[in-house]
């Protein structure tokens, strides 16, 4: 920890002292203030415009190099105390091109957009984004410069109007205060901004009213100022959004009887600012039932858990307050709670975000160097984080982060430090440091026995455990604990992103008895180095086809905490962008990977696995040929482990996504992905999956959507070399669906309609079953004051 304090003070100094040679000439927009009334329709109409400031957006900062607009765009800026008001007047030569799709909440990337970014501490840490196509479809999120994230998860409650005209079209906005954060004791208040549109046509042009600078990755500290907002306040900033699901579920095993059970569920979510600082969220007896579907994935020959999105609004909101560089909140383990409670805020330079929430079923990540399980303990638990960050200059950051969770027999800490220096606009240097104590059930390796007796998962009573049979496995050996353990992490990088070049050097390490079980952490017992290296080039003529390519090498090698080698990977890539949105992509692969353990009652790596050299090709494109359709295939081919077999085989892999949008109002999006593996001359196993999601968007605020899933895995049962062919299903098929009917006047005032099913068998297509049926209906409202 001394060597670490010590770090963070040279960086201090070094970073304070190049601070002071900065200096850059600030863009600054007066906001002015109005008594008049604004009706946000589109139109643009009203009186209090005629106050407003004029800004021109008239720069291309992406693909070409800070270059004129070939089109005008003007953006109009004015508040009257409550709310920020902008308007966007977007010529267009030809407005029969442009592109505009009705859509849901933040699906509009693509479309012809206009928008704004507010960093509203001026910070240069954190921005606000708001975004609308033409017809009035709302894009919004978070920009975190710290992290790099780019989130379009967080909904603001705002308006937007968009009309489509014979010159263009022009988007009004209105963004209420209540819903920002801001230090409302400063007078006048300056905030970062950047007024943008996106011109999608033969190259999709980002237009802003500033220059971005290519060697300048931070594009937060670029921003312009606008002054203004004086005695602007928030209010009480009070949403209540009472919620209540109806619902039928119906469930059988094989063939037997349904078993029925109806659902009356009342739920309360509660907002409140405050201050202007500070927002409190809480919630009771919360539906956190997801009315998206999950993005499927195949998870065949896969050894680690998968990781899935977190879509519920209770914990998306300010959710970039929690986030470092390690993913140590991962809220989707919290399944069932009860109630939940989160206080995030911000004071000068200080930002803090705390967080509990119970819940009825506790699944833990048990982790590993060579694969992952989810473990499911009895009973309640108590989740909490808490997240503090001090920005010392805006290049200079300092946090710290703790995790708990905490059920009966059972409690896993978290605690570490972390900083964020950057030296100039090229060079970032980046650490964080973990420690954790655990103490798991006695009984948890049980889960993960393949016996009832206990002596048969004693590492010491086991004889001739290896691939053929063994009752025990990786996760037996790491949760069969006794008492409490601790254990260590450390993260930490310096990279070089310029113009032209990029490097990276990186360390990482996770020892065996690191556990962060609130978070999505699943490998421990090794660690990792890193070398890394890029050079951009830039084709900024009028005209031209291409824009930038990119070639990128890495070489890193990861050991175990005994020094053993687990992998050691060298990776060069190539990268083209062109017109028409279009990317090139291929890459090469060399990796030397171990495959399973041979004596699976050991964890050693020397002398047990088999070391399998690899190569694998990789090529990827997308394209946007004309508006409404986009295309992307992207296929893999080389050598992989079959790690139910322990040897080296050939896998092929294809993976294809069409969306089409005929019309203003109808999506239809197909993703297939094939994959095999072969190994010895034949065939291993095939798994397909079609996931089909058909969308019609009556207006923006309604829709009614479709969705099919379909996984169909085929297995060739006379090549598994360890497994009882009678234990192998040749066939496995599983489809699901889902029928959504959607009414949002906001994110919190909704009504759906839902009914989905889901069906399997490990026969042929025609013998799919239901097992599974639901049918529910939400309705919420948010009362705001």
């Keep these: 920890m001394r060597a670490l304090l010590a770090v963070v003070c040279l960086m201090l100094t070094l970073s304070s002292a190049q601070a002071a040679t900065q200096s850059s000439s600030e863009q600054i927009i007066t906001i002015p203030k109005t008594e008049l009334a604004i009706t946000v329709d589109g139109k643009l109409d009203d009186a209090a415009w005629q106050q407003a400031s004029v800004v021109e957006i008239d720069i291309v900062t992406r693909p070409f190099d800070n270059t004129p607009s070939p089109v005008t765009t003007r953006a109009l800026l004015i508040e009257n105390g409550s709310s920020l008001y902008i308007g966007f007047i977007a010529d267009d030569p030809d407005p029969k091109q442009i592109r505009a799709f009705l859509k849901d909440r933040d699906k509009s990337w693509g479309d012809d957009i206009v928008g704004v970014k507010l960093d509203t501490y001026n910070n240069q840490n954190l921005a606000y984004r708001f975004f609308s196509n033409p017809l009035g479809v709302q894009i919004d999120g978070i920009e975190n410069e710290l992290t790099g994230n780019e989130s379009d998860a967080w909904d603001g409650i705002w308006d937007s109007k968009g009309q489509i005209n014979e010159h263009g079209y022009v988007v009004e906005m209105e963004l209420p205060f209540r819903m920002l954060n801001f230090a409302e004791s400063q007078q006048p208040q300056d905030w970062g901004i950047e007024l943008v549109r996106r011109y999608p046509r033969e190259q999709n042009l980002r237009i802003s009213?500033?220059?971005?600078?290519?060697?300048?990755?931070?594009?937060?500290?670029?921003?312009?100022?606008?002054?203004?907002?004086?005695?602007?306040?928030?209010?009480?900033?009070?949403?209540?959004?009472?919620?209540?699901?109806?619902?039928?579920?119906?469930?059988?095993?094989?063939?037997?009887?349904?078993?029925?059970?109806?659902?009356?569920?009342?739920?309360?979510?509660v907002r409140w600012g405050i201050t202007p600082d500070i927002l409190f969220n809480a919630t009771l007896n919360p539906d956190f039932s997801t009315v998206e579907t999950d993005q499927a994935q195949l998870s065949i020959n896969n050894t680690f858990a998968l990781f899935v999105k977190e879509k519920r609004p209770f914990f998306l909101d300010n959710a970039d307050y929690f986030s470092t560089d390690y993913n140590l909140v991962y809220t989707r383990n919290i399944y069932a709670p009860n109630y939940g409670g989160k206080l995030t805020g911000r004071h000068n330079n200080h930002s803090l975000g705390v967080f509990i929430a119970d819940d009825e079923t506790t699944n833990i990540l048990i982790p590993g160097n060579r694969g992952s399980s989810v473990a499911e303990l009895e009973g309640e638990s108590t989740n909490a984080a808490l997240r503090y960050n001090y920005d010392y200059t805006q290049d200079i950051t300092v946090g710290w982060i703790s995790t708990v969770r905490d059920a009966d027999d059972y409690r896993n800490q978290v605690h570490g430090v972390d900083t964020?220096?950057?030296?100039?606009?090229?060079?970032?240097?980046?650490?964080?440091?973990?420690?954790?104590?655990?103490?798991?059930?006695?009984?948890?390796?049980?889960?993960?026995c393949d016996t009832d007796d206990d002596a048969d998962c004693q590492p010491q009573h086991v004889e001739d455990?290896?691939?053929?049979g063994c009752d025990i496995n990786e996760q037996v050996l790491r949760t069969n604990k006794e008492g409490t353990f601790s254990g260590h992490a450390l993260k930490t990088d310096f990279s070089h992103d310029g113009k032209y070049w990029f490097y990276k050097l990186g360390y990482e390490e996770q020892n065996s008895g690191f556990r962060?079980?609130?978070?999505?952490?699943?490998?421990?017992?090794?660690?990792?180095?890193?070398?890394?290296?890029?050079?951009?080039?830039?084709?900024?003529?009028?005209?031209?086809?291409?824009?930038?390519?990119?070639?990128?090498?890495?070489?890193?090698?990861?050991?175990?905490?005994?020094?053993?080698?687990?992998?050691?990977?060298?990776?060069?890539?190539?990268?083209?962008?062109?017109?028409?949105?279009?990317?090139?992509?291929?890459?090469?692969?060399?990796?030397?990977?171990?495959?399973?353990?041979?004596?699976?009652?050991?964890?050693?790596?020397?002398?047990?696995?088999?070391?399998?050299?690899?190569?694998?090709?990789?090529?990827?494109?997308?394209?946007?040929?004309?508006?409404?359709?986009?295309?992307?295939?992207?296929?893999?081919?080389?050598?992989?482990?079959?790690?139910?077999?322990?040897?080296?085989?050939?896998?092929?892999?294809?993976?294809?996504?069409?969306?089409?949008?005929?019309?203003?109002?109808?999506?239809?999006?197909?993703?297939?992905?094939?994959?095999?593996?072969?190994?010895?001359?034949?065939?291993?196993?095939?798994?397909?999956?079609?996931?089909?999601?058909?969308?019609?968007?009556?207006?923006?605020?309604?829709?009614?959507?479709?969705?099919?899933?379909?996984?169909n895995n085929a297995r060739n049962k006379n090549n598994y070399l360890y497994d009882d062919p009678e234990d192998i299903d040749a066939h496995s098929r599983n489809f699901s669906f889902e029928l959504l009917y959607a009414y949002k006047i906001n994110p919190q005032t909704v009504f759906y309609a839902g009914y989905s099913e889901y069906q399997d068998t490990t026969e042929d297509f025609s013998d799919l079953e239901a097992n599974d049926r639901r049918a529910f209906v939400k309705v919420s409202y948010a009362w705001i004051r």
């Excluded at 312009?224 to 009472?242: D, E, M, W």
């Excluded at 455990?465 to 053929?468: G, S, V």
């Design 209 to 269: 009213h500033i220059r971005l600078e290519r060697g300048n990755k931070c594009e937060l500290c670029q921003l312009a100022t606008a002054r203004g907002f004086s005695n602007v306040k928030q209010g009480q900033n009070l949403t209540i959004a009472p919620a209540l699901v109806v619902a039928r579920d119906e469930t059988r095993d094989d063939d037997g009887p349904w078993q029925s059970d109806n659902e009356f569920e009342p739920s309360l979510d």
């Design 516 to 711: 962060g079980d609130l978070g999505f952490i699943g490998k421990v017992d090794y660690n990792r180095k890193q070398i890394a290296g890029a050079r951009y080039w830039y084709n900024d003529e009028d005209g031209a086809w291409w824009q930038k390519f990119r070639l990128y090498s890495d070489w890193d090698i990861t050991h175990n905490d005994n020094d053993e080698l687990i992998e050691k990977e060298f990776d060069i890539s190539a990268r083209l962008d062109a017109n028409y949105e279009s990317e090139l992509f291929f890459a090469y692969t060399r990796r030397d990977l171990v495959g399973p353990r041979i004596d699976q009652s050991k964890l050693d790596i020397d002398g047990n696995t088999t070391l399998f050299s690899m190569d694998v090709f990789q090529l990827f494109g997308e394209v946007k040929p004309f508006s409404g359709l986009y295309l992307n295939t992207k296929l893999e081919y080389g050598d992989a482990i079959d790690f139910a077999s322990n040897r080296l085989g050939t896998k092929r892999l294809l993976r294809t996504v069409i969306d089409w949008s005929p019309n203003q109002h109808l999506q239809l999006k197909l993703r297939q992905t094939y994959r095999d593996l072969d190994a010895d001359g034949a065939n291993v196993f095939i798994a397909r999956l079609t996931d089909f999601r058909v969308t019609y968007q009556f207006n923006v605020q309604s829709f009614v959507r479709g969705s099919l899933i379909y996984k």
């Design 465 to 468: 455990c290896d691939l053929t």
């Design 420 to 448: 964020r220096v950057r030296f100039n606009d090229t060079d970032v240097f980046q650490l964080q440091k973990l420690y954790s104590r655990t103490e798991y059930p006695d009984d948890l390796y049980q889960q993960f």
